[in-house]
């Protein structure tokens, strides 16, 4: 059953911030720093799972959402990526169903292709028609059990290229109408991709109204705070964490190869392993050792 918290903080106008999270490691270290809430990317768990994300499956996101569910002990709602809902209706409606058992809270699905195309990865985003991506949305949020799950209604009408039901590409007032259609149909959350500039913010916030908005973070170094006076309520870290992973490992491997010695590495080694102690629940463990055999 989906965590009830969202949808309640939601309702009182509080902030969702949510950072990244693709494994079991990374969901711990927010939980474990006061995060309360996660978020799963199609973008992380393609590079995870080695391949991109135009090629991920329902059964790939339905894991990874499992995963970072039980890492943190199905205490922190959980939002994920649910492209562009895998399908036509029959299809969405299965993975709305498999996503909400798996104890995810919050799914966002977009109106680009499906199967996504690769070329999206160069800004090169191509839309279906307005009434394929309302129907869409419409059956998932028919598939729904409870009203706790929430479905998020992404669009890119803003950046979209051009074809041949939008000859002229994305514009934010495409934007709107596709966020409009999407509330028409039920979704409790718009989420308007591509946004950067501070006018830009303010503009949906005037034109999208009644509904809380998702921004994606990096858009112009705005704060928290800065989303919260823009009238967007929802704070999404996508790509951070496994960004900085793999910058600091690509790094640490470099120096190995280069100087045919294992670097000097500044963190204290102690304090690098009580933290995975902790994060394995590892006390927790000893104390049940301690109570059933006698281990001191």
Not at 16 to 33: E, F, K, M, S
Not at 224 to 253: E, R, S, W
Request: net charge negative.
């Amino acid at each position: 059953m989906a965590n009830g918290k969202m949808r309640r903080a939601l309702e009182k106008g509080e902030m969702v911030v949510a950072p990244g999270a693709y494994n079991i490691p990374t969901a711990r270290l927010a939980q474990d720093l006061g995060f309360e809430y996660l978020y799963v990317a199609g973008s992380q768990t393609g590079i995870v799972l080695g391949w991109t994300e135009p090629l991920l499956t329902t059964t790939h996101m339905v894991e990874m959402g499992r995963t970072v569910v039980r890492a943190c002990r199905e205490e922190l709602p959980v939002i994920l990526d649910a492209n562009a809902g895998f399908g036509e209706p029959v299809h969405v409606m299965d993975a709305v169903e498999q996503l909400e058992l798996a104890g995810v809270t919050a799914i966002h699905i977009e109106d680009q292709f499906f199967p996504k195309r690769v070329s999206y990865h160069r800004g090169l985003e191509h839309v279906v028609p307005i009434d394929v991506y309302q129907q869409r949305l419409e059956y998932a949020v028919k598939a729904r059990r409870s009203k706790d799950f929430l479905i998020i209604g992404r669009n890119d009408g803003l950046r979209a290229a051009p074809d041949p039901w939008l000859p002229k590409g994305g514009s934010r007032e495409e934007a709107v109408r596709r966020a409009h259609a999407a509330v028409e149909v039920g979704v409790d959350v718009v989420m308007v991709i591509g946004v950067r500039e501070r006018e830009d913010f303010k503009y949906f916030r005037q034109h999208i109204r009644d509904i809380p908005l998702l921004a994606l973070s990096g858009s112009g170094g705005l704060s928290v705070q800065d989303f919260k006076d823009l009238g967007h309520q929802i704070v999404i870290y996508p790509g951070v964490a496994i960004q900085t992973i793999l910058a600091a490992v690509h790094d640490f491997y470099r120096q190995v190869l280069d100087s045919d010695r294992v670097p000097a590495i500044t963190a204290d080694p102690r304090e690098t392993m009580a933290l995975g102690h902790r994060l394995t629940h590892l006390a927790e463990k000893q104390s049940v050792e301690k109570a059933t055999v006698g281990a001191s």
